[in-house]
């Protein structure tokens, strides 16, 4: 098992910024893929970023630009920063993990992190 715990959120006021951070731990060996991902009320989970043990980063439009994914394989930590941001940002933030073993691939999901951005 993967263990994901998140922590960053908070209210921040459009234009500012904020960081999140994911810490892993558990069965962390052969994590691949870390990233985050979004769910505004009403609305489905929506893909934010991602990141590959590799430094590969994958940005949804909305975010690129604003938003950076880093990962501290030493630290087992995936980072989001997240610039310039705007109202419709606002969600819960959740950190996940993908984890392949041979043919088998496990997801992982955080507890999720409450992102607010006032107008």
């Known amino acids: 098992q993967v263990q994901l715990v998140e922590s960053g959120g908070g209210l921040v006021q459009a234009g500012g910024s904020l960081r999140l951070s994911c810490l892993a731990s558990?069965?962390?060996?052969?994590?691949?893929?870390m990233g985050w991902y979004r769910q505004a009320p009403g609305k489905q989970r929506e893909l934010v970023a991602t990141?590959?043990?590799?430094?590969?980063?994958n940005y949804a439009d909305s975010v690129k630009g604003r938003f950076t994914i880093s990962r501290d394989n030493t630290k087992n930590t995936v980072y989001l920063q997240m610039n310039s941001l705007k109202p419709e940002d606002t969600a819960v933030y959740y950190c996940?993990?993908?984890?392949?073993?041979?043919?088998?691939?496990?997801?992982?999901w955080g507890q999720g992190t409450q992102v607010t951005v006032s107008s």
């Open positions: 990141i590959t043990s590799g430094g590969s980063t």
């Open positions: 558990g069965s962390i060996f052969s994590i691949n893929t």
């Open positions: 996940n993990a993908v984890r392949q073993i041979l043919l088998t691939t496990n997801n992982y």
